[in-house]
C-alpha cells in the first residue's frame, strides 16, 4: 500500500488582489478530497510572520509538504522554515509578482499548480543568506528596496499605485554609495540598484537576471547604474524581454559570496521583495541545494 502524505496549505488572506480570496479553499478542497494518498491540512494566516511559525512547527511534526498559497512574500516566510528539513515547499501563487513560482515555472493556474504538487517533481535547489534572513527568490539595495518600504509604511497594495509611487519617487530617490567586495575585488558604486539573485526575475517577468539558475550554488550580482527618466522609460522593455544584458547601465557578476557595505549608515534592503531594515553591512552568501520544492516534472502534462 501506498504511504500517506501530509500537506500543510499556509494561505495568506491579503495576498494579490482581492477578487476569489474564498474560491482557492474551495479549489484545495475539490483537488485533494478525493485523492486518497494524501491528507491535508489548510490554515490562514493572521499575522505577518505567521506562516513561518506554521511552517517552522509543521516541519518539526515532518510533514510532507507545506505549500505557501500566496505571493513571494509567503514563500519566503514558509520556505526559510523549511531550509535544511525534510519537508518540501509547495507554491500555489496567488501574489501579484509571484516572481519565485514564475522562476520556476509553476503555472500561476491554481488547478495547474495543484497538479504540480501532485505529479510534479521534487528539486532540490539553491538558497540565498542576506545577515540572519534567507531568499529564495532575490534580495538587494537601491531604489526597489526603497520603493518596497515606502510601500509597506504607508499600507499599499497593487501594480498600480507601485508604479505611481515609482515614477514619483525616480525623482526624489537621493543615490546612495556602496562598495562591493566579491571574488576577491572591491568596487565602488552609485547605484540605482543592486540585485543578488538566485532565481532570474522580480516578479510580472520582470527579469533582471536572464544568467541566475536556482541550482547551481552560484548567486548572480547585477548592478543598474543610475539613468534618466527618459532613458528608464525607452530601455524598460529589456527588463521585460530577457535582454537586461544589452542595457549599458546594467553589469552582473557570478558569485558565491559578496558583502554589501554602505557608505553611511543602516538602511533598508528587501529579501524577495519584502523589505526589512539592516545594518551598514550586508553579507551574503549561497547555500547550495538547502530546500526541496516541488517543481513541474518533465513528464507532466499541465
Ligand atoms: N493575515 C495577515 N494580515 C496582514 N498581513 C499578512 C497576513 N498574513 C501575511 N501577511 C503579510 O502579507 C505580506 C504580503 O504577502 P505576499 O508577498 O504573499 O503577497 P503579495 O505582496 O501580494 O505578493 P508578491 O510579493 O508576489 O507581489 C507579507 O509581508 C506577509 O508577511
Not at 226 to 242: I, N, Q, R, T, W
Request: one cysteine or more; hydrophobic letters at 40%.
Amino acid at each position: 500500500m501506498m504511504e500517506k502524505r501530509t500537506f500543510l496549505f499556509i494561505l495568506n488572506p491579503i495576498s494579490g488582489l482581492k477578487k476569489n480570496k474564498k474560491s482557492i479553499e474551495q479549489i484545495i478542497h475539490k483537488e485533494f478530497q478525493a485523492h486518497s494518498t494524501i491528507d491535508y491540512q489548510i490554515q490562514y494566516t493572521q499575522f505577518p510572520g505567521h506562516a513561518r511559525q506554521l511552517a517552522r512547527e509543521a516541519a518539526a511534526q515532518n510533514v510532507s509538504v507545506v505549500v505557501a498559497v500566496g505571493g513571494d512574500g509567503t514563500m519566503n516566510e514558509v520556505a526559510s522554515s523549511l531550509v535544511g528539513t525534510g519537508t518540501v515547499l509547495g507554491i500555489i501563487p496567488r501574489g501579484s509578482g509571484n516572481g519565485y513560482a514564475r522562476s520556476l515555472k509553476i503555472p500561476l493556474k491554481a488547478k495547474q499548480a495543484i497538479r504540480v504538487l501532485q505529479y510534479g517533481q521534487v528539486k532540490q535547489v539553491d538558497v540565498g543568506k542576506i545577515n540572519e534572513y534567507y531568499f529564495f527568490g532575490v534580495a538587494g539595495v537601491g531604489f526597489d528596496a526603497y520603493i518596497g518600504a515606502q510601500f509597506q509604511a504607508f499600507g499599499l497594495r497593487g501594480p498600480l499605485p507601485y508604479f505611481y509611487i515609482g515614477v514619483r519617487e525616480y525623482f526624489r530617490y537621493s543615490y546612495e554609495g556602496f562598495t562591493l567586495k566579491f571574488n576577491g575585488q572591491s568596487l565602488h558604486v552609485n547605484p540605482l540598484l543592486i540585485t543578488v539573485a538566485n532565481t532570474p526575475q522580480y516578479g510580472m517577468n520582470a527579469t533582471i537576471a536572464p544568467q541566475a539558475k536556482v541550482d547551481d550554488g552560484i548567486l548572480e550580482l547585477c548592478v543598474l547604474n543610475p539613468m534618466s527618466v527618459f532613458k528608464a522609460a525607452m530601455e524598460l522593455h529589456h527588463l521585460f524581454d530577457g535582454t537586461i544584458e544589452k542595457v549599458k547601465a546594467y553589469r552582473h557578476f557570478s558569485v558565491k559570496e559578496v558583502e554589501i557595505e554602505r557608505e553611511y549608515e543602516k538602511g533598508v534592503f528587501h529579501t524577495d521583495g519584502e523589505p526589512r531594515m539592516g545594518p551598514r553591512v550586508l553579507k551574503i552568501s549561497v547555500l547550495p541545494q538547502k530546500i526541496k520544492v516541488l517543481v513541474p516534472g518533465e513528464k507532466l502534462k499541465l
